[in-house]
């Protein structure tokens, strides 16, 4: 059901030409199987277990998101009629990062969903995805109750 998701909403951003979201949704198609194999088998056949990320990965992971986000975002401008074309490429390049965070059961993956949503209400809401950008202000919520959840797990985890 969720690659159907993605590929529904793959339809109604290219209607409304958030052409980097197109992008963004053909992705979690293709990361949603391996993700969760990951979650199931990553940890040398056992469940990966929910922890922070090193402070050096975070930062070149956030440097790559920043460059992707620019680099897009001058590339939507630049070749199509992209609406938002920055900020379109923001919500795709931050995505990307939580999506991978995510993967690896990261807790700082929530940090990433957070700004993602916070840009992407208003963004959608402009265009008049109201339906979608209700829905991502709920997403916003569960990110907040997740990043608390998923810090209590790996605090717990590095105790072990």
């Known amino acids: 059901s969720g690659i159907i998701g993605c590929a529904l909403f793959a339809a109604v951003f290219y209607e409304s030409r958030l052409y980097a979201d197109v992008t963004l949704q053909i992705f979690f198609i293709l990361t949603s199987i391996y ?3 990951k979650w199931l088998h990553g940890n040398q056949g056992a469940e990966l277990p929910v922890r922070f990320s090193p402070p050096r990965l975070l930062l070149a992971a956030g440097a790559a998101a920043t460059a992707v986000a620019i680099g897009y975002g001058w590339l939507l401008w630049r070749f199509t009629d992209a609406y938002a074309p920055f900020l379109d490429s923001i919500v795709l390049a931050f995505s990307v990062l939580g999506q991978l965070l995510m ?3 990261r807790v700082e993956n929530w940090w990433s969903w957070l ?4 840009i992407a209400v ?3 809401a402009s265009r008049g995805l109201f339906v979608t950008s209700f829905l991502y ?3 916003w919520i569960n990110a907040l109750v997740a990043l608390r959840k998923w ?3 790996a605090l717990r985890n590095a105790e072990r």
């Open 115 to 118: 700004l993602v949503n916070t």
């Open 122 to 124: 208003p963004l959608y």
């Open 151 to 153: 810090r209590s797990l």
């Open 103 to 105: 993967m690896e059961r």
């Open 35 to 37: 993700g969760w194999w």
């Open 137 to 139: 202000s709920a997403f």
